[in-house]
Structure formats: C-alpha cells, structure tokens
C-alpha cells in the first residue's frame, strides 16, 4: 500500500515529512477571495497559482505558511502536491444567507481539508494509502477519535458524487480512501524532540498555523490574532456582520467584541501555546 503525509504547515506534520518519507506529500490551502487578504509578493501568488491550478489571491492563515511549504519541499527534497476546495469565502454561501462554521459543526474542516485531499486523491493516486497523521505521543486521544471514524476495514470513507441518475439527482458512492496511521505516537516522539530537531534549519513557520479567527481558540489569542493579522481578522468580523441571523464562529460572543477587548499588552506571545491553537483535526 503506498503511503501518503498529510501536511499542515506545522511543525509536527513537517517533522513526519523530513523523518518519514512517503510516496506523496499532500497539503491542502485554505484560500480566501477578499483582497483586503492578499498575498503580498506577486511572483509567488502566482507560483502558488501555478500549483493549485486556480487563482490564488490570499490565505486566512498566516501568510507564513506559503513559505513553510516551499521551505520544506526544499529541506526534504521530495515534491509537495497543493490542492485547495473552494474559498472560505464561498463556503458559508448558503442560498441567500451565510452559515457560519462552529465548534459543533466544522463544515470548514470538511470543506477546506478534507474534501480537497480526497479529490487530489481520487484523480491522482486512486488506491487506499496509508495516510501519515501528526499526532504526537501525547495525543492519543485525538488518534483514538479519528479512528473511531474509520469502517471495519480500518478506513476512512468518503462520500462523493459520481453522477447523475435518470430524474436528475445526484449519484452517490462511498470510497475507502485513507488508513490512518500515526507515526509519532508509534514511534514516542513528543513537541520537545519536534521542536529541537526544527532548530537552525531552513524551515520558516508561522508563530501558529491554522487559520487566524480559529473559532477553536480562546478569546484572549483571537485578540492577540486580530493584532498580529488585522486585515485576516476582519474578515471573520466582516463575516458576521454581513450573515443574517444571529449566529456566530463562537457561542455568546462575537469577533468585534474579541477585537474591541482589553488591551493585548496585558498579554504577551509567550502565554499562549499551540494547544490554545485550535487544530483542523486531519
């Protein structure tokens, strides 16, 4: 069975690239369309174009993903495949209202992650991998969870459409795609060994990956967020503000609010570690 890395800009997932090579590197971008967002180097908004095979304007993550990846491929030496779904932007369009994504219900996971890493999958390769998963040995319950997800068979299903029936609706089919597997928890590896293997290598990583207005994270790092990245916090205001209804990415609370909050020099960087992050779950 051939096998896959699932690669987040992280460096968890970067550690299992450089220290377990696979027959494919896989990364899926989350885009947005908002050119307040924008990538701000022309030349590699357009080599990441080229990748993806689709404009790519901007990311609602932090911006130093983009060289995280092209970083990477290089330390490895082994090409990373880039596939992307549709925008954030187009994803909480829900006819003429716009569905917000929460806790409970993490649409934007499936839709931005998952559902791009299959479709890659199912054009490209086409036989079940063993799909390398960044859960460090501390984590096995977020292993146990995922794997709760898989059929008797060991395997993640898919569901996806592969045509239409006679009336006009859609056909449907169930793919086993994936096994996920963990190497790190097999193998004992935790942040500390991460970490130190990372140090003086020419690997650039974001302070914290996954998207900046994670509704995951504390309102207190949101706040920092909407100071470190206050063009891609204003979008999830912006989000809000222009959806009908009253829901919003966190319960009981609202962006503008976070943003309007105490003062962040209350705070500083260090108080924060990426288990105040958030996490896409793949």
């Known amino acids: 069975m051939k096998t896959a890395n699932s690669l987040s800009g992280g460096k968890t997932s970067a550690y299992i690239a450089a220290n377990y090579p696979a027959n494919y590197n896989l990364f899926a971008l989350v885009r947005t369309d908002d050119k307040n967002c924008i990538y701000p180097d022309a030349k590699i908004r357009q080599m990441v174009s080229d990748r993806l095979g689709l404009e790519f304007i901007g990311t609602l993550e932090d911006d130093t993903i983009i060289k995280t990846m092209l970083d990477l491929e290089q330390f490895i030496g082994q090409k990373i495949h880039w596939t992307s779904g549709q925008s954030f932007d187009k994803i909480i369009i829900r006819g003429d209202k716009k569905y917000l994504p929460n806790a409970t219900q993490r649409f934007c996971t499936t839709e931005m992650k998952v559902k791009p890493l299959f479709n890659y999958w199912l054009k490209n390769i086409g036989e079940p ?3 390398r998963i960044g859960f460090r040995a501390n984590e096995m319950a977020r292993a146990k969870n995922m794997n ?6 060991g395997f993640l299903v ?3 459409i592969v045509g239409k029936h006679k009336n006009g609706n859609n056909k449907w089919k169930k793919t086993e795609w994936q096994k996920p597997v ?4 097999e193998n004992a590896v935790f942040k500390d060994t991460i970490e130190q ?5 020419p690997v650039r990583f974001a302070y914290m990956n996954n998207c900046i207005g994670c509704f995951h994270r504390s309102p207190a790092l949101l706040k920092l967020m909407s100071e470190k990245h206050p063009e891609k916090f204003d979008w999830f205001i912006n989000a809000e503000k222009n959806g009908y209804g009253k829901r919003t990415f966190k319960n009981g609370t609202n962006y503008q609010k976070i943003k309007n909050s ?3 020099t209350q705070l500083f960087e260090d108080d924060f570690n990426e288990c105040d992050s958030g996490h896409c779950g793949i």
Do not use: G
């Open 129 to 131: 991998v063993k799909m």
């Open 182 to 185: 963990f190497p790190l928890i």
């Open 197 to 201: 293997f990372w140090k003086n290598k």
């Open 262 to 264: 105490f003062k962040q």
């Open 148 to 153: 709760k997800k898989t059929n008797k068979n």
């Open 158 to 160: 898919e569901k996806h």
